[in-house]
């Protein structure tokens, strides 16, 4: 007890000015009554509307450090979209009940411990119904068998990695295609092209040495030649030396395995020196607004990874539209923005078959064949079965898909021209 | 290897050698002059990147005229934390190494404290624009427009910084202070208003080079730091203090990361930076241009 709660307690009861009761009329007593009867019912809409307690959804994620140029583009803001929209229409449908949905996120700063921790406490202490899952391979690779461990169903939108799916976690789901399958489609447009030698650069993290290792596992089928290897770290300010070297050995395509700095630094010292190969593919970023705005016009034909854009579905449309509007013009990235969407897309539907509880949904978005505006999607262990891999190219300031056909919005345009 | 690659190879090491030397020349005079080791000094660059990024893209006006605005600003800024943090710590620490100690521990809060309010200002996308990108012919090869740009201007800083401390009035009098604080005093140089006016300077410093980063690399919240870092390891193999060093050791490291990346793989950058750092630390522990 507290100083001031004893001394309260020492006070006799009829201490103070107002303490002695006096007596009440009963015709005054009435009216009191009725008063608050009638104040009773007219807070009773509002009651009845608070009665079901909010869904608590909790997430880590990158708002500062360098993995938050990625998350603020293809994951948070979808989130808060979501969380937006379900709540306009007076909250999730939760097994037919409408739930408002409450969002605990916080910065996971970039750092691994950080998001790992606030994770724990999520789960562990909050005990908050659902969580969202960060962004990168890597945090989802530290992450998965946390949540897995908890029974937290994880449907992630930016994990690239064989290894994370082959870890076989009944709680995860990746939505994005994995790096063999967006390797194999590469190369598969590689062959079907004609293209005969080809310089490889790619960055020296689990994202980036995955997708080297699938990329060469899928060209051990092929003729193609492979002319130069080279791995960057993170934060690399100048490429212009290697390039230079890959330019001097003239291959017909440049694969760059890169994040975003890097693909708009390759790609801008690629037309500095001149280098331009008949075909030029850049991984994650290319698919980005900011990829459009900062190369402008020298972005025509450069390939990279996507797999829808605003014609891929009607839904696919509405929700580029809606993202547009809501973030003050910022467009989502045509690659794992339409994934993380679809990823929400899932998670409301499953909410809505089989309510709040996490091993129903878990056994749900593992069984079920789920509708979304990047196509169906299934799951066959943790892995996307469904959605092939791909390939994107920017074509009069649209990235359309060009490789597979079912997937395409529009035809490869080859050779690719000259930087502007 | 032809004596074109050479070239190139050369002229790209010294491009971001430049860089480097700017930015280390900012940190040299707040270390070298005033014992402030500020590690948040490539969250200031920052300031001067979104500064310019943010007015070019929303207004149209050239990048090249916020160099002044950005040089400025910056040291308005430096003057105005330099009153507000560190000459009370200079007033109340009770030597040299307790000041250099206390304003680390000062420089790193305002690391966080500079870079949360870049993120909360223009949030943490990844941000860039196009200006001279074109390519231009130098000889046998090509660059940027915009490299070359980047490249003289940071030496011409680089150097009207160094003319001014060796040829002005203002010039000797910081000098004097760097080789003897207490002499300088005794034969009245004023330090009340030469060292917020020279923090100010290095700030202004990182400021350019925010600016100039900004035409050609994309540009996040947590970009700064690792320019402090490779300042750091530039004005330890110029000497502390030495801006002929820091303009040299800038263009050497710039010059030793492009060769390495040839030779070797692009990986292996931090590696042969640290190499050459520990190297110099082994060979000339007080800096390859120490007196």
Redesign the interface.
């Known amino acids: 007890m507290s100083q001031a709660d004893s001394k309260a307690a020492r006070r006799s009861p009829t201490e103070g000015r107002f303490a002695a009761p006096r007596p009440v009329s009963p015709r005054r007593r009435r009216l009191a009554q009725a008063l608050a009867l009638a104040g009773g019912s007219l807070a009773l809409p509002a009651l009845a509307q608070k009665s079901e307690a909010p869904l608590r959804i909790g997430y880590a994620i990158a708002r500062t450090g360098p993995w938050a140029g990625g998350a603020q583009v293809s994951q948070e803001p979808n989130y808060l979209m979501w969380a937006e929209q379900q709540n306009a229409a007076g909250g999730a449908d939760v097994k037919g009940v409408k739930r408002r949905i409450e969002l605990i996120s916080f910065d996971d700063r970039s750092e691994m411990e950080t998001c790992i921790r606030t994770y724990e406490k999520l789960m562990g202490s909050d005990k908050v119904d659902l969580i969202l899952p960060p962004w990168g391979s890597n945090a989802n690779f530290a992450l998965a068998p946390l949540a897995n461990r908890h029974g937290y169903p994880m449907l992630a939108p930016t994990a690239l990695s064989r290894k994370l799916v082959d870890m076989n976690l009944p709680f995860f789901f990746s939505l994005l295609q994995q790096p063999d399958r967006m390797m194999g489609a590469l190369v598969d447009l590689l062959v079907a092209q004609d293209i005969k030698s080809i310089a490889i650069l790619y960055m020296d993290d689990l994202f980036g040495l995955e997708n080297f290792a699938a990329l060469n596992n899928a060209l051990k089928k092929t003729r193609i030649q492979v002319l130069e290897r080279k791995s960057y770290p993170l934060g690399v300010k100048d490429l212009s030396p290697v390039l230079r070297t890959i330019k001097d050995q003239s291959p017909d395509a440049f694969i760059g395995i890169t994040y975003p700095p890097d693909t708009i630094l390759a790609s801008r010292q690629s037309k500095e020196i001149g280098f331009n190969p008949r075909l030029f593919y850049a991984s994650v970023g290319t698919a980005f607004q900011l990829y459009r705005n900062v190369i402008g016009a020298g972005a025509e034909g450069v390939t990279g990874m996507g797999s829808w854009n605003a014609k891929s579905s009607a839904g696919a449309k509405a929700y580029f539209d809606a993202h547009k509007a809501k973030f003050g013009g910022k467009e989502p990235d045509r690659w794992a923005s339409g994934h993380c969407w679809a990823g929400l897309e899932i998670l409301t539907q499953a909410l809505g078959k089989v309510g709040m509880d996490r091993k129903a949904i878990r056994d749900y978005v593992a069984k079920t064949e789920h509708q979304t505006i990047v196509g169906p999607i299934r799951f066959q262990g943790s892995e996307n079965a469904t959605i092939p891999g791909s390939v994107g190219q920017w074509q009069n300031g649209e990235f359309e898909i060009v490789w597979p056909k079912q997937l395409a919005t529009g035809q490869l345009a080859m050779p690719k021209p000259e930087w502007k | 290897m032809s004596l074109t ?1 050479w070239f ?2 050369l002229a ?2 010294l ?2 050698g430049g860089i480097y030397a700017l930015v280390a020349l900012g940190l040299n005079l707040q270390y070298g002059l005033m014992r402030i080791l500020n590690i948040a000094h490539g969250e200031f660059l920052v300031l001067g990147a979104y500064l310019t990024w943010w007015i070019h893209t929303s207004f149209g006006i050239s990048p090249l005229w916020m160099l002044p605005v950005s040089f400025l600003l910056l040291l308005a800024i430096g003057m105005l934390v330099h009153r507000l943090c560190f000459r009370r710590l200079a007033a109340t620490a009770p030597d040299l190494d307790a000041f250099e100690a206390r304003g680390l521990m000062v420089s790193f809060g305002m690391m966080f404290v500079v ?2 309010a870049v ?1 909360l200002t223009w ?8 200006y001279l ?1 074109q ?1 231009v012919v130098v000889g046998p ?4 427009a915009n ?1 070359l740009l980047i490249f003289g201007l940071s030496l011409a800083f680089s150097l009207a910084l160094i003319a001014l401390l060796r040829y002005t009035l203002l010039g000797k009098g910081v000098r004097a202070l760097m080789q003897s604080p207490v002499g300088a005093q005794l034969v009245g140089i004023d330090t009340r208003r030469l060292h917020p006016l020279m923090f100010g300077v290095g700030l202004g410093l990182s400021g350019i080079a925010g600016c100039l980063l900004s035409m ?3 540009i ?3 970009m700064g730091a ?1 320019y402090t870092v490779t300042a750091l390891i530039v004005i330890t193999l110029g000497g502390f203090g030495s801006m002929i060093g820091a303009l040299a050791g800038g263009l050497l490291l710039g010059v030793v ?3 390495g ?2 030779f070797t ?3 292996l ?2 590696l042969l930076s640290y190499g050459v750092f520990i190297g110099v630390l082994l060979w000339r522990p007080n800096g390859l241009f120490a007196r």
């Not at chain 2, 949030?123 to 196009?130: E, F």
């Not at chain 2, 090869?141 to 940027?144: G, I, P, R, W």
């Open positions: 690659a190139e190879l790209s090491g491009i971001t870079q949360s993120s949030g943490a996308d990844l941000r860039g624009y196009d990108t390519p090869t090509q660059f940027a490299m050609t690399w994309t996040s919240p947590s690792p990361e492009a060769l990346m040839h793989s692009p990986s950058k931090m």
